[in-house]
């Protein structure tokens, strides 16, 4: 079975504070992906990797930043975390031949 | 501006009944419709996808309706059970990767 796991299920953070998030794969997937998710908005896509040290921009990357150093991490940062960023977050993986899977999620609490 | 429109927010149907929730896009670059399913304190998993060259997809009570012409597709829950509750996202995407989501149907299903 795919497995991707985020390093933690609930942080919680101060304003103006730098948070990393984590998420690792183990099924050799090209792409990763974060996403926000918010009641009555859905799953919002803030960036996404289809490769080592390729980052690309989604709907979202405001106030966000991503590193990709190795195929099976990609790490999403908060330079400088804000109330409007708390939110629960997604990672997820996949390749072009097969559907996306997706972590527990990380529910994030800045204050 | 969301590229994927879902309804309804909420859903209640009775245990036996069929669910329909409802989706539209805009994008017909899109080739890839999937809809996941999340159960509290998880991530989204798949339920059942399709490709625009077929207008219906079947897997158990389970069953997705497309429509190309109109830029809508549905998904359909027959005899619906209790274990169905959770949240249903429906998107669309390219490559079964770069994909948008709708907001989410939260759908209960009384005993």
């Known amino acids: 079975d795919v497995k991707v796991t985020q390093s933690s299920r609930y942080l919680v953070k101060r304003t103006g504070e730098k948070v990393f998030l984590e998420c690792v794969q183990d099924?050799?997937?090209?792409?990763m992906f974060w996403y926000r998710q918010d009641p009555g908005l859905g799953l919002r896509l803030i960036y996404f990797s289809y490769d080592v040290k390729m980052k690309e921009k989604g709907d979202i990357p405001e106030g966000y930043s991503v590193s990709r150093e190795k195929k099976e991490r990609f790490s999403l940062i908060l330079e400088s975390a804000s109330t409007n960023q708390t939110s629960m977050y997604l990672c997820a993986s996949g390749s072009n031949t097969d559907t996306q899977y997706f972590g527990p999620g990380t529910r994030l609490t800045v204050l | 501006q969301q590229q994927v429109k879902q309804s309804p927010q909420s859903l209640i149907v009775q245990k036996g009944g069929i669910s329909i929730i409802n989706c539209a896009y805009e994008n017909t670059a899109f080739d890839y419709f999937p809809w996941y399913q999340q159960f509290p304190g998880k991530g989204p998993a798949l339920l059942i996808a399709?490709?625009?060259?077929?207008s219906e997809k079947k897997e158990g009570r389970f069953t997705i309706s497309f429509n190309k012409s109109a830029k809508q597709f549905s998904l359909h829950i027959m005899d619906s059970q209790p274990g169905d509750s959770a949240t249903y996202f429906c998107a669309g995407g390219y490559n079964n990767n770069d994909m948008r989501f709708g907001a989410g149907t939260r759908l209960t299903v009384k005993p």
């Open positions: 399709i490709r625009p060259d077929v």
């Open positions: 099924m050799d997937h090209e792409n």
